[in-house]
């Protein structure tokens, strides 16, 4: 009853992560910036941006912890069961038998 290894995220998957939310950044704020509309609408926009970008590291961090604390758990109770295992006799005679 083995745990099975987590997958290693590639250089690759990573740059395209990377490069995927440099382009959107960069595109969206380009975008805002030549609406045609009055800077507090401007100001506003950007505000917005930032925040969702912001939120959408902190639930990225979020649900990554939530991971990693079930395979911790995963992982205490699999040495858990190991030890269990490995000590137990099934031969030996208990005190009432």
């Known amino acids: 009853m083995d745990i099975a290894p987590q997958p290693k995220v590639t ?7 990377a ?3 440099g382009i959107s950044l960069v595109s969206l ?3 805002i910036f030549y609406l045609p509309v009055g800077a507090w609408v401007r100001a506003f926009l950007a505000i917005g941006l930032l925040y ?3 939120s959408a590291f902190t639930l990225a ?3 990554r912890d939530a991971q990693e604390v079930g395979t911790t758990v995963r992982r205490v109770d ?7 295992i490995s000590e137990h006799d099934p031969f ?3 005190a009432g038998v």
Request: aromatic fraction near 14%; hydrophobic fraction near 50%.
């Open 11 to 17: 250089s690759a998957f990573y740059i395209q992560a």
């Open 19 to 21: 490069a995927s939310f």
């Open 29 to 31: 704020a380009v975008g």
């Open 52 to 54: 969702v970008v912001t």
């Open 61 to 63: 961090k979020t649900v």
């Open 78 to 84: 699999q040495a858990r069961i190991d030890k269990f």
């Open 92 to 94: 030996k005679k208990t």
